[in-house]
């Protein structure tokens, strides 16, 4: 195991990130010390966070999680985070609302058990706050002072808040043509935000280019250089849904992707706790969401290729729009060795399954949430999802930031005087 040292970093022997010893690549195994790196310096593969997991006592760990506070800092023991983190200012996202969602269940005729994971519920009101609270402490080990990131609207709003909280400067990188919710939601905090005149994989690229610049210099970029811790908080999703269930994995789940990174993660997360003992270790399916408008993965998957062919995005679901998605190969990867699939629905699809989970469920989900449940609808219909299996579907965002998608169809019923004849004339009347 060579171990290398990162030229130009504070020494990491002075990094604390809690169980986190190394940062390993995902292609070639090399590891090296913790630090702002994200590729593989001999095959430029990805790298991803390596522990020394709590061994021995599951009934043990269990108990300790059980007792940690309502948020993602209940697994400390199982991030890259350092053992005090949950004492120091930051959002404290997480431990979000499984909502049995029975009125779904009968409508879209699922017997074993629907679920959905509704992270809506998060500080700023998507799953993103859960991978940034992550980088944050990453940006601290590493003496950053700048936090930033390519964002598809979520993230540029997540790191503002988190930045404004931690004490530290936020700059962030969106498409220009943002949804006003999300455009809002990345400025109100007080930060930099920067639109780029392009889409999403331009704004990745650029952000790319400032790292290796002197202008960069300093900065953190949550999901670029500090990627590899970035992506644990998405572990904390399967985590929370296993012991939401009892301690139990789910036997399918629906995950929506854009860069894939998420649902790489939500495995990564399942694959610990059966090998921690905390559960049963016994199979699970995992599908993932794409719109039609961007869906290289799904392409992929049904053309039976290990590849992703790069799209441009276009389609209302704005959250989820990387035409070239980072980890969309380990997302094929994943399907295919758990036995699920990659689906899309188009845009119109979305906007049904958002009315649909509102209508059913009282939750408002945004537009990657319609992705997530228009595919569940799509792949039960198929038979490709089985209704008798207990099923959990993510709602990743809050449908408050993505208003225009449904705001056409959901108006006033009527708009009347303030008198009793009015009102009968408008025939709504008890039925
Ligand atoms: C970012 C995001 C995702 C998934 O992102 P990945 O890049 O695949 O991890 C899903 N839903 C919403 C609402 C998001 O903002
Ligand atoms: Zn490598």
Known sequence: MAVQTIAGNATTASVDLGPAVALSCRECGERFDLGPLFACASCFGP?????????????????????????????????????????????????????????????????????????SGNPTHSFKDRVVAIAVEAARAFGFTTLSCSSTGNLAGAVGAAAARAGLRSCVFIPHDLEQGKVVMAAVYGGELVGIEGNYDDVNRFCSELIGDPLGEGWGFVNVNLRPYYGEGSKTLAYEICEQLGWRLPDQIVIPIASGSQLTKIDKGFQELIRLGLVED????????????????????????DVVRPQKPNTIAKSLAIGNPADGPYVLDIARRTGGAVEDVDDEQ?????????RTEGIF??????????????????????????????????????????????????????SLDAFRAAGLASA
Request: hydrophobic letters at 40%.
């Open 350 to 358: 979305v906007v049904d399954a958002i009315k649909l989970l509102a």
């Open 47 to 119: 790298l991803e966070v390596a522990y020394d997991l709590p061994a021995g006592d599951p009934e043990a760990l269990r108990k300790r999680i059980e007792a940690g506070p309502d948020n993602i800092w209940r697994y400390a023991p199982l991030l890259p985070v350092p053992a005090d983190v949950a004492d120091k200012p930051n959002l404290n996202p997480g431990f979000t609302k499984l909502v049995k969602a029975d009125n779904l269940a009968r409508e879209l005729g699922v017997t074993g058990g629907l679920y959905v994971k509704d992270d």
């Open 282 to 305: 016994r199979p699970y399916r995992i599908f993932g969401a794409q719109a039609e408008g961007c869906s290289p993965v799904s392409a992929a998957f049904k053309a039976g290729h």
């Open 365 to 418: 989900g945004e537009t990657a949430g319609g992705v997530t449940v228009g595919v569940t609808k799509k792949l039960i219909e198929a038979g490709v999802i089985d209704p008798a299996l207990t099923t959990v579907v993510l709602n990743t965002g809050d449908g408050l930031k993505t208003l225009d998608a449904v705001s056409s169809t959901s108006q006033a019923t009527a708009t009347i005087k303030p």
